[in-house]
Structure formats: C-alpha cells, structure tokens
C-alpha cells in the first residue's frame, strides 16, 4: 500500500481487505470498552488507551501518509505535542526549541513545563541551535511553517545537528500537511500535527496527531494512558472520513491561496504580502526545495494599520472572522487579538507581526468569489 500516492493512502491507506459485506465506511463505535479475551495476558482494549479497530485504522493510515513506522492520534494539536515532549522530557531535562511558534506550544514550553522542571532555551531557527544544546537537552523542536508570518525555517541543519548529537527533531507541520511535505524525507524523526485544522477539514473537530519511530509512538501512548487526552470516537470517525479528501482540498487551497497571494502583491491597499511561494519571500527557495505545494495560508499586512485592517475584516461578506484554520471554508483572523495577543507590540513588531497584519486560511471556495471578496473589504470606495 504504501507505493500508492498520498490521495489514494489518504482513502485507503489502514482500511481491511475488501470482503462481501463488510462495511465501505468505518463504522462509528462508540463503544468506550471491548470485549476482552478471557487470557490475563491479552491486550486490554479500552478507547482511552487508543487501541480500538477504527484506532488501529486511522493510526495506519497517518503512518502511511507521513512514511513513519507509527503514528498515534490524540486528542488535541495540543494533546501530541505534550506527549510527545512528555515521551523524551522529564525533571531536569532541556529542549532546544526555535523562538516562532504558535501560542499555545510557547505557553506549554514558558509556563506548565517549568512548573516539571523541564527547562528551554529558545532560539533563532536560522541562528545557532549548536550553541544552546546542553548535557541534559533532550530534544529539539520546531514549526515549519511558521504562524502567522509564513516563514519556513530550514529544517535540514538542525536535523543534521540532531542526528550528529543523537537527538530528536521535533515538528509541527500542521500548516504543511503530509500533502504538501513529507518531513521524515528531511531528516525530521517526529512529526506533529494540529488534526483540528486541514487533516479533519471541516472546522468541526479537535484532535492530534504523533507520527515517527515505533518506539517514539509507544511511549507517547503510554503518557496517553496516563495523562487521558484520548480521541473521541465521534472525533476520530470524523477526521478519518475527513482524511480522505486531504490531498484534493489542499491541491485547491495551494492554488488559490497562491493565485491572491499574487493579487494581493500588486494591490495598492496592501503594503506587504506573506507567502512563501511569492519569490518576493524570504524563505521562498527553502520552501521551493522541501514542499510539493506552499500551502493554503495566506498574510498580508493593510496600509492604515489596525483600524484599516479591523474595518477589512468587518466588510468580509464570504469569509468568515474566526481564528483556526485549514478548513473548507475561508477564515480570516488578525493575530495580534488571538493566537498573539499575549506578545507585547515591541515582541509583534520584532517577529513581523506589524499592526495591519491579517492572516487568511484559504478554504475551498472559487477564486473569482474569493477575490471579490477581497476586493470589496480592501476598496470600499471604489464600488
Ligand atoms: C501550528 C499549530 N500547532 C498546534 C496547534 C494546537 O492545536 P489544537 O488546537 O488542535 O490543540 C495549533 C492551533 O491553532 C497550531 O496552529
């Protein structure tokens, strides 16, 4: 199976053998207990645990897409990166981890693990991650692409360094889905997702995925059995079917998101664009070099700064004011209220979040209504 191209693992990929009768679809069972055989030495199937057969299923089926050995999915983006770090990280311990990442995973890093005594040294992803590993660092870490900025660090010399030291590299490719980047073919060991966003698909779903080494992915389960952030059923038939039509909604998202990137360059509203297929981009011959696609997000900064960008997002009439992402339909968000509201105006400027700064996740609609859009909330005036 795993010869087949990322659409047809995408459907197939984990699914049983064809057989007269058997259901097409994974059934939803929402069974939290199994039967157990009677054997005190066979395995305990229990949902928690994240062994149940729809479990198994998609589990393959996110092996097959990111070419790992294993995968696991949990409960939250949050949920597999807490795993994850829980798996290599403990009293003591040190992370080496790159300075531009989401919110969430700052939070996790500055706030909760201290409070474990797990310490991180934050760094420049294109700057010198050899001179912050200690004795006891135990892995690195970091986003590719990066919220809400776009910029794609190149992971290649840090999984370069890892490999040398004998460490992990952690990343959230959650911008960059299995579609568009295969991080284990760059030398990444784990990667994270945020299912809640393209993998699910559909804006209705929370969930996470952990995709690397067998023995990564066991222990990861076995904090999962310990700290409880399990899938739900409901969840997990949801992201499997969700799964299916990854590749041809990104395949759309790449497009579009790269036709208004364009557009959106040459707009006289518009005093920056970020997109890393824009050659205008910093990072643009990392991303020509490592993705198959640039993604379906999409930022751009509004001349006027925040009022002007403020009245932009009032006038959408298509797309929709909400933070997230990755869903069918497009989203527009201003950072600096929400996954970065909590960096001080010297912190945003610094990572290039300047005040008129909007970030779009790119859904599936066609780009003339798209544009239109746009083009109506940028120039009120002109209508
Ligand atoms: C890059 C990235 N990683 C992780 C997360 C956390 O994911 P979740 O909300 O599914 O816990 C997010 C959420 O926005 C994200 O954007």
């Known amino acids: 199976m795993n010869r087949h191209g990322p659409s047809t693992l ?76 829980l798996s290599f990280a403990g009293a003591g311990d040190h992370i080496v981890a790159a300075d531009s990442l989401y919110g969430g995973t700052r939070t996790l890093l500055t706030r909760e693990l201290p409070r474990l005594g797990i310490e991180t040294t934050f760094v420049d992803p294109a700057g010198r991650w050899r001179d912050a590993l200690r004795p006891n660092t135990r892995l690195l870490y970091m986003e590719v692409p990066v919220n809400p900025t776009l910029r794609v660090p190149d992971p290649r010399p840090v ?7 004998g460490l992990p590299l952690v990343v959230d490719a959650t911008f960059a889905t299995p579609i568009n980047w295969r991080p284990v073919e760059d030398g990444v060991d784990v990667v994270i997702h945020s299912a ?7 804006s209705d779903l929370i969930a996470g995925v952990i995709a690397g080494p067998e023995a990564v992915v066991d222990q990861a389960r076995e904090r ?12 997990l038939w949801l992201l ?5 039509t990854l590749a041809l909604r990104v395949e759309r998202q790449n497009a579009t998101s790269l036709a208004l990137a364009r557009w959106l360059a040459d707009h006289p509203a518009v005093a920056a664009v970020h997109h890393p297929g824009l050659a205008s981009h910093p990072d643009h011959a990392v991303a020509a070099a490592i993705f198959r696609g640039f993604g379906g997000m999409l930022s751009f900064v509004v001349r006027g ?13 298509l797309i929709a004011v909400a933070p997230s992402l990755g869903g069918v339909e497009s989203l527009a968000s201003m950072p600096r209220y929400t996954s970065h509201v909590a960096l001080t105006p010297e912190q945003r400027a ?9 970030r779009l996740s790119i859904g599936i609609e066609d780009l003339p209504d798209l544009r239109e859009d746009l083009e109506r909330a940028l120039a009120p005036e002109a209508r």
């Open 305 to 317: 700064g925040d009022e002007a960008a403020r009245a932009v997002l009032g006038r959408f009439a």
């Open 10 to 85: 995408a459907v197939h990929a984990g699914a049983p053998a064809h057989a007269p009768g058997r259901p097409l679809v994974t059934p939803l069972v929402s069974s939290s207990t199994f039967y157990n055989a009677p054997e005190p030495e066979g395995e305990v199937l229990y949902a928690r645990y994240a062994n149940s057969d729809a479990h198994r299923l998609l589990a393959a089926r996110l092996a097959a897409l990111e070419g790992t050995d294993a995968a696991l999915a949990v409960g939250s983006g949050m949920a597999a990166i807490s795993l994850t770090i």
């Open 159 to 165: 999984a370069a360094l890892a490999r040398e030291r």
């Open 196 to 202: 809640t966003k393209y993998m699910g698909g559909h």
């Open 224 to 235: 999962l059995k310990a700290f409880g952030p399990s899938l739900d059923p409901h969840a």
């Open 350 to 358: 610094a990572g290039g979040i300047d005040d008129g700064f909007i």
């Open 240 to 244: 499997e079917r969700g799964l299916k």
